[in-house]
């Protein structure tokens, strides 16, 4: 078996690194296309190097454009590759431009595609990642939804065949990543104790291309009676350095590596965030999220308070960390164990059927 996955930003980077290691544990090839559309070693390499990634085959060195010319330019240098490559599989992961460009040159090449994290919807579309997620779901043969409202969400669009519900890859390795850093002390970025700040981070378009979205959040924060630790993505770094005064009680650092993050968030009191991934680590994590957006696609972690949906409202987000969560989190229940695993049977069994797969897989949304 041969599959092509197709990574580029920060999160595809710690989504792949489990499923990499199942398909190799499995003696499967795997070609490993980096698109680049992030670079900075703080965004890209650290992964690499920290979770035991293998280098890349391909690198196509895309870089930062306007998305479409991030995405044709993807498209352009991928589908060589992928012609050239001929795997059984591509798999892409998530809902970025590199999602996105792996997916159209797969579908026009007629290679069966997989995507994981199928299903997710904000239901808006003024979300580049709403596009992206959408055409990627609906050019898709292999359909590897995180949860079961992920699934419910293709089937009201129409899309049951090769549906499977597998959890989640991010969700498995911060469970793992927790249990390695536990103990260890915090990364020097962090200078106060376990339980005594928040955590905040915020990379959001509709936060950051809008000057006064992201400073109406740096308002919330300010009020805080508690320091904040802010790693600065490199979309937000402009915004942080026009800043005409700094909140003091925000300690504003560079990104941190995968495990300093999951260390930073394990003993936060609380996280702010408007990113994906994070507000899925802190309801693993059983760590109070406010999320700084009116809307999530992870609405599993808004059970029991959780996870708040605060928007950019400076009171909205002091309401939101006074409040405390009403019940234990049941993350075990909403994410299960093994999704790597669930991955390849379910890319074994489906390449085994051949192109008539499709309909074997209806019955694991019901
Ligand atoms: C992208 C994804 C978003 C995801 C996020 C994860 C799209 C449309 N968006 O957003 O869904 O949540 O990644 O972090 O694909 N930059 C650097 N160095 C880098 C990377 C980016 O300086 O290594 C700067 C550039 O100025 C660039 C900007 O950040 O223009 C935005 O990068 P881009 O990859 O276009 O989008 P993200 O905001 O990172
Ligand atoms: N992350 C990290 N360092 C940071 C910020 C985030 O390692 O400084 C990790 C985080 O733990 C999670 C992933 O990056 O695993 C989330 O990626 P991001 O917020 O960039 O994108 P999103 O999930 O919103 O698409």
Same mark, same amino acid.
């Given at each position: 078996?041969?599959?092509?996955?197709?990574?580029?930003?920060?999160?595809?980077?710690?989504?792949?690194?489990?499923?990499?290691?199942?398909?190799?544990?499995?003696?499967?090839?795997?070609?490993?296309?980096?698109?680049?559309?992030?670079?900075?070693?703080?965004?890209?390499?650290?992964?690499?190097?920290?979770?035991?990634?293998?280098?890349?085959?391909?690198?196509?060195?895309?870089?930062?454009?306007?998305?479409?010319?991030?995405?044709?330019?993807?498209?352009?240098?991928?589908?060589?590759?992928?012609?050239?490559?001929?795997?059984?599989? /591509?798999? @892409?992961? +998530? *809902?970025?431009?590199?999602? =996105?460009?792996?997916?159209?040159? %797969?579908?026009?090449?007629?290679? &069966? !595609?997989?995507?994981?994290?199928?299903?997710?919807?904000?239901?808006?579309?003024?979300?580049?990642?709403?596009?992206?997620?959408?055409?990627?779901?609906?050019?898709?043969?292999?359909?590897?939804?995180?949860?079961?409202?992920?699934?419910?969400?293709?089937?009201?669009?129409?899309?049951?065949?090769? /549906?499977? @519900?597998? +959890? *989640?890859?991010?969700?498995? =390795?911060?469970?793992?990543?927790? %249990?390695?850093?536990?103990?260890? &002390? !915090?990364?020097?970025?962090?200078?106060?104790?376990?339980?005594?700040?928040?955590?905040?981070?915020?990379?959001?378009?509709?936060?950051?291309?809008?000057?006064?979205?992201?400073?109406?959040?740096?308002?919330?924060?300010?009020?805080?009676?508690?320091?904040?630790?802010?790693?600065?993505?490199?979309?937000?770094?402009?915004?942080?350095?026009?800043?005409?005064?700094?909140?003091?009680?925000?300690?504003?650092?560079?990104?941190?590596?995968? !495990?300093?993050?999951?260390?930073?968030?394990?003993?936060?009191?609380?996280?702010?965030?408007?990113?994906?991934?994070?507000?899925?680590?802190?309801?693993?994590?059983?760590?109070?999220?406010?999320?700084?957006?009116?809307?999530?696609?992870?609405?599993?972690?808004?059970?029991?308070?959780?996870?708040?949906?605060?928007?950019?409202?400076?009171?909205?987000?002091?309401?939101?960390?006074?409040?405390?969560?009403?019940?234990?989190?049941?993350?075990?229940?909403?994410?299960?164990?093994?999704?790597?695993?669930?991955?390849?049977?379910?890319?074994?069994?489906?390449?085994?059927?051949?192109?008539?797969?499709?309909?074997?897989?209806?019955?694991?949304?019901?």
């Amino acid at each position: 078996m041969k599959v092509l996955s197709v990574v580029g930003a920060r999160p595809q980077f710690i989504k792949a690194a489990l499923l990499s290691e199942e398909l190799a544990r499995r003696h499967w090839q795997e070609c490993l296309v980096n698109t680049g559309q992030h670079y900075d070693y703080k965004m890209s390499k650290v992964f690499f190097d920290e979770l035991g990634i293998k280098d890349p085959e391909y690198n196509l060195e895309v870089g930062s454009a306007s998305h479409a010319v991030q995405t044709a330019l993807m498209m352009q240098r991928l589908e060589p590759v992928v012609a050239a490559e001929k795997p059984d599989w /591509v798999i @892409v992961f +998530g *809902d970025t431009n590199t999602t =996105l460009a792996g997916a159209l040159v %797969a579908a026009k090449l007629k290679i &069966p !595609l997989a995507h994981v994290e199928a299903g997710l919807r904000s239901f808006d579309k003024s979300m580049p990642e709403e596009i992206n997620r959408i055409v990627t779901d609906h050019v898709s043969q292999l359909l590897l939804a995180p949860t079961q409202s992920a699934a419910d969400n293709l089937r009201r669009e129409g899309i049951v065949d090769g /549906v499977a @519900v597998v +959890g *989640d890859l991010m969700v498995d =390795l911060v469970r793992r990543a927790a %249990a390695h850093v536990r103990g260890r &002390p !915090l990364p020097s970025c962090i200078p106060f104790a376990a339980g005594t700040y928040g955590l905040a981070t915020v990379h959001r378009a509709s936060n950051t291309d809008d000057v006064e979205a992201f400073r109406s959040i740096l308002e919330g924060i300010s009020r805080l009676p508690f320091p904040v630790v802010f790693p600065v993505h490199p979309r937000t770094a402009p915004l942080v350095e026009r800043l005409p005064e700094r909140p003091r009680n925000i300690v504003f650092c560079e990104p941190l590596s995968y !495990l300093d993050m999951v260390a930073a968030e394990m003993h936060a009191r609380v996280i702010l965030t408007d990113s994906g991934g994070v507000q899925k680590e802190a309801y693993v994590l059983g760590v109070p999220c406010v999320t700084l957006r009116d809307t999530t696609e992870w609405t599993e972690t808004l059970e029991d308070g959780w996870n708040v949906l605060a928007g950019t409202d400076p009171g909205a987000i002091r309401a939101a960390v006074e409040r405390s969560p009403a019940g234990p989190v049941s993350a075990a229940t909403v994410f299960p164990l093994s999704s790597a695993c669930r991955i390849a049977d379910l890319l074994e069994e489906a390449c085994a059927c051949g192109r008539v797969f499709v309909s074997h897989f209806t019955s694991a949304v019901s």
